[in-house]
């Protein structure tokens, strides 16, 4: 399929399209409204899917073949925030505490953008190596890590401790590495047994999931005017640059063309889950209009409707015309 048709399809599907409906109803004021409980319900169970999905892969892939996918998840992990600390900081000239605070969002990973572009790659017929879940755990928490550190070797402060426990027992860390373990020890035809509760209706679960994303996404837009320009040129160019990279990388250590793209996707990502509770407790001086705004209303959505596509085509173009 053509790039543009490709795009088309994944606009058109019915989880963006669902994204949409939840924009709209915000602004026109609707009161649509998701209780914080279902809202709770619908993350847990995609999170969990998504770590025993991936911990099920695990079990029959050898150590081999994640060792480098491993490797290069942890490095990227640990050099985005740094990156991106030393642009906001320097070219955007913010104020330590904010430009740690988005490092530490960009650095870390979206596991619903994940989701959707497994979702594209298999709505496209595009396959990948089973183990990709197994990535966002391993990107998740060192972002985080060293976005906090940087802030705390500038500040000379902040309650480092309180809050690598909050990132660590968080919902987020403990569903997905928790689901991989038992994904790994039940093996695939133990989580067989799970297959119609966790992976039938798991897109239908995304869907009403993005509807309410949707709504979460238009209740930032108001806060874009505070953000200024830089910020909203940031929240866009940083994904595609971490989009290039992490396809890039995924080629360099020889995943398929669908993994890298998972990669890129993961790469391209930032949080809006386990890096705002990590931030409120240990930099509660950074203004979270900047952090949530950045990730929440502008990468987020970018992410969704137009990012995996591209993502997807800079893994087509590395593989089949550029060079790695």
Same mark, same amino acid.
């Given at each position: 399929m053509?790039?543009l ?17 939840g ?6 004021r609707s ?7 279902l ?10 899917a ?8 695990? *079990? !029959? ?5 994640? +060792? @480098?996918?491993? #490797? %290069?998840?942890?490095?990227? =992990? /640990? ?23 988005i490092a ?6 979206s596991?619903?953008?994940f989701?959707a ?9 595009v ?11 391993l990107?998740?928490v060192?972002?985080?890590?060293v976005g906090?550190l940087?802030?705390k070797?500038?500040l ?11 990132v660590?027992a968080?919902? *987020? !860390? ?5 689901g +991989? @373990?038992i994904g #790994? %020890?039940a093996?695939a035809? =133990? /989580?067989?047994q ?7 209706p798991?897109?239908?679960?995304l869907?009403l999931?993005?509807l ?20 909203l040129v940031?929240?866009?160019a ?6 290039l ?7 360099l ?6 993994g ?5 996707v ?13 931030v409120?407790?240990?930099l509660?001086?950074a203004?979270?209009?900047f ?7 502008i990468?987020f ?6 990012g ?17």
């Amino acid at each position: 399929m053509h790039t543009l048709e490709l795009l088309q399809a994944n606009l058109l599907s019915p989880m963006v399209l669902a994204f949409v409906l939840g924009i709209f109803a915000t602004i026109l004021r609707s009161d649509l409204r998701f209780p914080d409980e279902l809202y709770t319900a619908l993350s847990v169970f995609l999170l969990f899917a998504i770590g025993l999905k991936g911990g099920a892969a695990m *079990s !029959v892939s050898s150590p081999g073949e994640l +060792l @480098l996918p491993a #490797l %290069a998840s942890l490095a990227l =992990g /640990v050099g985005t925030p740094l990156w991106c600390y030393a642009i906001l900081r320097y070219l955007g000239r913010m104020e330590v505490a904010n430009a740690a605070a988005i490092a530490v969002h960009y650095g870390s990973v979206s596991a619903v953008t994940f989701i959707a572009g497994q979702t594209y790659l298999e709505k496209i017929g595009v396959k990948f190596e089973g183990f990709m879940p197994a990535l966002v755990a391993l990107m998740e928490v060192p972002a985080i890590v060293v976005g906090l550190l940087i802030a705390k070797w500038q500040l000379g402060g902040g309650n480092l401790k309180q809050s690598l426990h909050e990132v660590l027992a968080g919902k *987020s !860390v403990v569903l997905l590495v928790g689901g +991989l @373990l038992i994904g #790994l %020890a039940a093996g695939a035809r =133990g /989580v067989e047994q799970v297959k119609p509760f966790f992976m039938d209706p798991f897109k239908g679960v995304l869907t009403l999931f993005l509807l309410e994303m949707g709504m979460a996404a238009a209740r930032r837009f108001r806060d874009l005017s505070k953000v200024g320009a830089f910020l909203l040129v940031f929240g866009l160019a940083m994904p595609v640059l971490h989009g290039l990279l992490g396809a890039w990388a995924g080629r360099l250590i020889g995943l398929s063309e669908g993994g890298a793209t998972l990669l890129a996707v993961l790469a391209a990502s930032a949080s809006y889950i386990a890096a705002p509770a990590a931030v409120r407790i240990s930099l509660p001086q950074a203004n979270p209009s900047f952090y949530l705004t950045a990730s929440l209303a502008i990468t987020f959505p970018f992410n969704l409707t137009v990012g995996v596509p591209l993502y997807h085509a800079f893994s087509e173009w590395i593989y089949r015309g550029g060079t790695p």
